[in-house]
T-cell receptor, first 110, second 118 residues
Framework: SQQGEEDPQALSIQEGENATMNCSYK?????LQWYRQNSGRGLVHLIL?????REKHSGRLRVTLDTSKKSSSLLITASRAADTASYFC??????????FGQGTTLQVKP | DTGVSQDPRHKITKRGQNVTFRCDPI?????LYWYRQTLGQGPEFLTY????????KSRLLSDRFSAERPKGSFSTLEIQRTEQGDSAMYLC????????????????FGPGTRLLVL
């Protein structure tokens, strides 16, 4: 079963704009990870944020985590057409397995 | 090659046939995971190994599914008597629990095996 929900399910923006995706989860976590998936391909790891961290940056990506609200957000700044993909958050409890949301489909128009 | 590899990339089979998929993890990773992903959904956990030990299996993993990792390196996932509902992308991932290897729990995924059961 899915851990939680991602919002929005689909997002369409112009190149150069920022894209924000949100993720909510249900149970306590060790860490939360964001992945990107291009159509029909495997998942590419973007960033991992630990449960004791509140914000993390990697290049044009910024991830926040609010464990009190059981939510996370992924911000992609200055988006490019190549950012077009599905984005998934995944939580890792104590068992090692990842539990994924349903994903946000991002389209960046050139 | 330093990534996770999976073979085959695509498989078409008839209902009732058996299929086997292979996953080769990143060489120093001791954990290996299998997930299944259907169209429009996020991946769902199936099972995972630490070295050669299978530590957890999902309820999704019916009796027709079996996974092995005999020497703690590559893994195979077999589906017996395939059904149309088995059609999906089967993803393998690996990670390391070693702090020396940067083992924070990041899982690295292979390209997946897309299965179509006719």
């Amino acid at each position: 079963s899915q851990q939680g929900e991602e919002d929005p399910q689909a997002l369409s923006i112009q190149e150069g704009e920022n894209a924000t995706m949100n993720c909510s989860y249900k149970t306590s976590i060790n860490n939360l990870q964001w992945y990107r998936q291009n159509s029909g391909r495997g998942l590419v790891h973007l960033i991992l944020i630990r449960s004791n961290e509140r914000e993390k940056h990697s290049g044009r990506l910024r991830v926040t985590l609010d464990t009190s609200k059981k939510s996370s957000s992924l911000l992609i700044t200055a988006s490019r057409a190549a950012d077009t993909a599905s984005y998934f958050c995944a939580t890792d409890g104590n068992t090692g397995k990842l539990i994924f949301g349903q994903g946000t489909t991002l389209q960046v128009k050139p | 090659d330093t990534g996770v590899s999976q073979d085959p990339r695509h498989k078409i089979t008839k209902r009732g046939q058996n299929v086997t998929f292979r996953c080769d993890p990143i060489s120093e990773h001791n954990r290996l995971y299998w997930y299944r992903q259907t169209l429009g959904q996020g991946p769902e956990f199936l099972t995972y190994f630490q070295n050669e030990a299978q530590l957890e299996k999902s309820r999704l993993l019916s009796d027709r599914f079996s996974a092995e990792r005999p020497k703690g390196s590559f893994s195979t996932l077999e589906i017996q008597r395939t059904e149309q509902g088995d059609s999906a992308m089967y993803l393998c991932a690996s990670s390391s629990t070693s702090l020396l290897a940067g083992g924070l729990g990041t899982q690295y995924f292979g390209p997946g095996t897309r299965l179509l059961v006719l």
